[in-house]
């Protein structure tokens, strides 16, 4: 019999279908993961089984638990299953965790809020968990505070909670995607570990195919609320006979062909810099302390180049953009555009900057809402001496719309007028509108659903084609890097640890991170090549 | 639009029509002294009654409204006048040391009780409505500073202001063409929270007689009035008590139905 | 925590030597000897200069601020021009009956303000809740001295529960004085109540929205339970605020409402100090005043580090 067994599993929100006919089970010892883009409705099943639903939801269907019918499970019998017979692990270790109370409090709270064992012992038992989960007693104290700890730690704390009473189905949504790589490598070996340990049945939920490929044991692919293919993880891989699921794993290792360059120019010369931030002071009388983001970073871009820079959440990233920006100072070396120095004693070189745009990471916030779309894109006029106008300005604004497939009539639109994918289209736009030298992408597919990020990776690799791009393409995404850069920069704790040419660096790293990294990378199994739309390069 | 916006709008307009109208008309003129029908219970003559001279009470209270709108509009103007392009500047450079001195600043007058500052202010240039709303004014400039330097500062951390720096456009320029607009909202239901309490503030100074002096009617000054009397002839403190609760619930109910409407994310300071 | 109370201490005394200077200077600016004024028109020249000499009118504004500055923190507040007496001793009898009673108001506030927001907050959208809600809304708009006049005529000249006025003094025990302040209580909390009890429901919702609300219900604890265990701390630090702010406007209400209930409490020494022009006891109440809520912000400043373990390590 199956632990858990989902049939025919309706779901409305305010009269808004959500979910429609779902079956899925999980066996004991089993791991199943459920996968999709977004609005799939992945999520939604796993708080169904939860009962842990938004109000004015509405169920009809089958959610057994060990034989027990859940939908029609009065609250409080409900509230006995959760934390005991079902755990939960969430996206966000970052907020899931009470800002003020110890972690050890939080995790013997399971345990006390279940009556399961007097004070003392649960406290004993929580201690155990977090020393299961990695965190042991004697180094992490229990009498910490989340905010003590790395996001990796309070991911731990959320599953030290999950199966302090060693639930029979644990549930994980999307238990890696806040987490750098390295840290979700871990994360993963500690769940499987736990699976095979308590004899759990893990319903893991993720958008990411690679995650679940050599973890689960079978997978259930959803689409828009409904499952559209379900079976054990080798024979789906081998037959994926609904299309749906042959575009999820093609968009998930997409390729592009980007077209061949000569680079000799150089164009962005970085030198020695260092950026340093200073640290709040820890005593009233002593000297302040610097934290340093960007420590002797050295590299040259040619014109031409498509260049990646990758590297985990802090490594310094994000401060390295702002300075070749010219956006703040650096304390030491030089950036050079074109030859010109980017940054001033008078602040940002205006000159230099027209030869530089930006693509962000959140295709939401990186437009004004008050604004339509012509004057959005055109805000990098800003930089010019004598911006074009009249006729001139409304051509330049439909040539840049016609370049990112979008139609010149969008311009008179309002930005919430389009989805994600488009936005990030708009946003190049606005990039290419001043005709730069050099566009910096800072994670610019990175918030994407996997089939909209093959097409905006499609259409950099067009406009390398059409408009003779120079890119520096930071990212967090390896194999994103892999496909989109020519040359790539390892970055750790504000140091280039490795430079090289992408494929080089990919098949055989020289650096010991580097080798971390890309084992830490989940990757989709080889499949027979009759499932190949893209030839590897 | 809610239900308890339209209530706030509709009660607030049906002040604001009764504060209009005593402009050119009012039942009886407001000073007109009419001793032998003093301390009169509601009548058709006389709806609210007449006072302990005699006086008309909805006259007074329909030019008292007046007042104290009036009062109330010109001290939010100086906070907001005031208090928007120091919010603004200080946003600009979180930490550094504009913000640091106009914060200090507003942290200093933000210390001083309104009353405090009231009765500072009276003992040394003498009780006036001028005085009244200086010292409401300037009590006004912190709150929407801080107000219109939380809404910047969160928006600074956004992308677009980030592309608008990229796109080499001054901070002056950005708080101008892309904060500004986007604080306006929470600048309003501020402006009337702000409003409400003027509303209140006029009438406890006037009440103690740190405000409107006579004979300028004032709904606080018919209270402090009414004070005497109220045991015999009640009506004469029940009506301007409900004219002020009055205004006040209509800008209020206007106020938080505005924050709803336009986002219902957006935090005041409630003071 | 230690660096983190001696850094907000200093900002208090920063503050405070701040918001003196500027109590000083204003006053300074009125125009008007007080020696003249004490003495009346004809007084004669040598007298007038030898009060002026006891007053310390004769030295520099700088001396005469660090004098009056010297004198507070030894407890000398000056001698009152109409009164001649000590200021202080003036201050200390009067605040016997507004610190008693601001005291009374904030805990009838917070008696009444948190039962009624978690009420709220926890049946929102039902009737209980836009109930509660509609009540505060009437609440806040009522004006504190006016709900005073009100409970007078219904609770002292109809029911005759209480006196309408007066204070017997505490020395005829703390009953009938607690007696005497429980209207003027009431009349001043029931406003405040009202704000109170909004922030506190506002507070409890959006905590209610945090994912750690959600971990909480997945390891099992049912809504109420989740309530009390993590929402009701954290919603805290907002309301802690709301709660500094009203000392000082429940302090500021007393001095109004004193008036109402004649009670010989600051209110009636400030408007007749003003009245009479006696600048020094106007300063030295006003500093009271300012003093009063500059303290309630540190002890605010430390609850919220009670509170919140993450300002306890940072800075």
């Known amino acids: 019999m199956s632990l858990l067994e989902i049939k025919g599993l309706n779901l409305s929100i305010a009269g808004k279908p959500i979910l429609r006919d779902v079956d899925l089970s999980v066996a004991k010892g089993e791991i199943i993961a459920v996968t999709g883009e977004s609005g799939s409705g992945k999520s939604m099943t796993a708080f169904s089984v939860m009962q842990l639903l938004p109000d004015g939801a509405d169920t009809t269907g089958i959610i057994r638990l060990n034989g027990t019918e859940l939908t029609t499970l009065p609250e409080p019998q409900m509230c006995t299953l959760r934390g005991g017979q079902i755990g939960m692990v969430f996206q966000e270790p970052m907020s899931a965790l009470n800002p003020v109370k110890t972690i050890g409090d939080q995790v013997a709270e399971t345990i006390l809020i279940h009556d399961a064992m007097p004070r003392h012992q649960a406290r004993a038992r929580a201690h155990e968990m977090l020393a299961r989960v990695g965190l042991p007693p004697d180094r992490f104290s229990p009498s910490r505070f989340p905010h003590e700890l790395s996001g990796g730690q309070r991911q731990r704390v959320v599953i030290a909670m999950a199966i302090a009473l060693r639930p029979s189905l644990l549930i994980a949504d999307e238990p890696t995607t806040a987490l750098d790589v390295t840290t979700q490598a871990q994360i993963l070996d500690l769940l499987k570990g736990l699976v095979r340990e308590f004899g759990m049945g893990l319903l893991m939920i993720t958008h990411d195919l690679a995650v679940v490929a050599n973890m689960a044991d079978r997978i259930v692919v959803m689409r828009a609320g409904e499952v559209v293919e379900a079976g054990a993880t080798q024979v789906l891989f081998a037959s994926m006979r609904h299309p749906y699921t042959h575009m999820l794993f093609e968009a998930s290792r997409h390729h592009v062909n980007l077209p061949q360059k000569e680079c000799s120019e150089a164009l962005l010369s970085v030198q020695s810099v260092t950026r340093e931030y200073r640290l709040p002071r820890t005593r009233l009388f002593t000297q302040a302390e610097y934290h340093r983001a960007v420590d002797g970073v050295s590299f040259t871009l040619k014109k031409g180049e498509r260049l990646g820079l990758v590297g985990e959440s802090g490594c310094g990233k994000s401060t390295l953009t702002r300075a070749i920006l010219g956006l703040e100072p650096v304390q030491g070396g030089e950036i050079l555009m074109n030859g010109a120095p980017v940054y001033t004693e008078h602040g940002a070189n205006l000159n230099v900057r027209r030869a530089m745009q930006v693509v962000f990471q959140d295709p939401f916030g990186s437009f004004n809402p008050r604004h339509r779309v012509a004057r959005l894109i055109t805000e990098p006029y800003h930089l010019l001496p004598d911006p074009p106008t009249g006729s001139e300005r409304s051509d330049a604004v439909a040539e840049a719309l016609r370049a990112v497939g979008l139609s010149p009539d969008d311009a008179q639109k309002y930005i919430h007028e389009f989805s994600g994918g488009q936005r990030q289209r708009i946003a190049i736009a606005r990039a290419l509108i001043i005709k730069p030298d050099l566009i910096l992408f800072d994670e610019a597919v990175s918030a994407l659903d996997v089939s909209v990020r093959a097409r905006i990776l499609d259409l950099v690799a067009q406009l390398c084609e059409t408009h003779d791009l120079s890119y520096l393409f930071i990212s967090h995404d390896l194999s994103v890097v892999h496909t989109i850069t020519d040359r790539v920069l390892v970055m750790k704790s504000g140091r280039i640890v490795e430079e090289g040419s992408t494929d080089e660096v990919f098949s055989n790293p020289r650096h010991p991170y580097t080798r971390t990294l890309i084992d830490a990378a989940p990757v989709l199994p080889e499949i027979d090549p009759q499932h190949r739309s893209q030839p590897h390069v | ?271 | 925590m230690l660096r983190y109370t001696l850094k907000r201490l200093l900002s208090l005394v920063l503050s405070l030597a701040v918001a003196s200077m500027v109590i000083f200077a204003v006053i300074e600016i009125a125009p008007g000897d007080p020696a003249q004024f004490m003495l009346g028109v004809n007084a004669q020249p040598d007298t007038l200069a030898a009060l002026r000499a006891e007053l310390g009118l004769d030295t520099s504004k700088p001396e005469r601020y660090l004098a009056w500055v010297g004198g507070m923190l030894q407890g000398d507040f000056g001698t009152s021009y109409t009164y001649r007496t000590p200021v202080a001793g003036m201050i200390a009898d009067r605040l016997s009956v507004s610190l008693p009673l601001t005291l009374y108001a904030l805990t009838l506030s917070i008696l009444l303000a948190f039962p009624a927001g978690i009420y709220a907050a926890s049946r929102r959208g039902q009737m209980g809740d836009a109930a509660m809600m509609g009540s505060t809304q009437l609440g806040v708009a009522i004006p504190n001295f006016w709900f005073a006049m009100m409970l007078v005529l219904v609770f002292a000249v109809n029911l005759r529960w209480f006196n309408a006025g007066g204070f017997p003094g505490w020395g005829k025990g703390v009953w009938s004085g607690l007696h005497a302040l429980t209207l003027p209580a009431i009349a001043l909390a029931l406003p405040q109540a009202s704000i109170l009890a909004r922030v506190m429901r506002s507070a409890l919702l959006d905590v209610l929205g945090e994912d750690f609300m959600r971990t909480a219900r997945a390891k099992g604890l049912s809504r109420k339970q989740a309530l009390w265990r993590h929402g009701l701390r954290n919603a805290l630090i907002p309301v802690l605020t709301i709660i500094g702010l009203q000392v000082s406007f429940l302090l500021a209400g007393a001095i109004i409402i004193e008036q109402v209930f004649y009670l010989p409490g600051l209110g009636r020494l400030i408007f007749q100090s003003i009245n009479s022009r006696d600048l020094i006891v106007v300063e030295s109440v006003v500093m009271l005043l300012v003093f009063v809520v500059i303290t309630v912000n540190f002890l605010v400043d430390l609850a919220y580090a009670l509170v919140d373990p993450r300002l306890r390590s940072r800075t």
Not at chain 2, 14 to 36: F, G, N
Not at chain 2, 87 to 116: C, H, Y
Not at chain 2, 246 to 256: E, P, S, Y
Request: proline share 6%; with cysteine.
């Open chain 2, 1 to 271: 639009m809610s239900r308890g916006l339209w209530i706030g709008a509709c009660l607030t307009g049906l002040m604001l029509a009764l504060a209009l109208l005593s402009l050119v008309w009012t039942p009886y003129a407001y000073e007109k002294l009419d001793i032998p029908n003093k301390l009169m219970a509601p009548s058709l003559a006389h709806p609210m009654g007449t006072d302990h001279f005699g006086r008309d009470i909805l006259s007074m209270i329909m030019v008292g409204i007046r007042t104290s709108i009036g009062v109330a509009v010109v001290a939010v103007a100086i906070g907001l006048a005031f208090g928007i392009p120091l919010g603004l500047l200080a946003s600009q450079r979180k930490g550094g040391w504009i913000d640091e001195v106009i914060m200090r600043t507003n942290d200093v007058i933000f210390a001083f009780p309104l009353l405090a500052m009231a009765i500072l202010i009276t003992a040394v240039f003498g009780p006036s409505a001028t005085n009244a709303i200086v010292a409401f004014g300037i009590f006004n400039i912190p709150v929407f500073a801080r107000v219109s330097r939380g809404g910047a500062l969160s928006l600074w951390e956004r992308e677009f202001i980030f592309a608008a720096q990229v796109a080499g456009k001054s901070r002056l320029r950005i708080s101008a063409e892309h904060i500004l607009p986007n604080i306006l909202g929470i600048l309003i239901v501020q402006g009337t929270i702000q409003f409400a309490l003027g509303i209140q503030v006029e009438a406890a100074l006037s009440f103690v007689g740190l405000g409107v002096q006579p004979p300028t009617p004032s709904l606080g000054r018919m209270l402090a009035d009414a004070q005497t009397f109220v045991t015999i002839a009640p009506h004469i403190a029940i009506f301007p008590g409900l004219a002020i609760i009055g205004i006040v619930v209509g800008l209020n109910l206007t106020g938080d139905g505005l924050r709803d409407w336009l986002d219902p994310r957006i935090r005041v300071v409630r003071t």
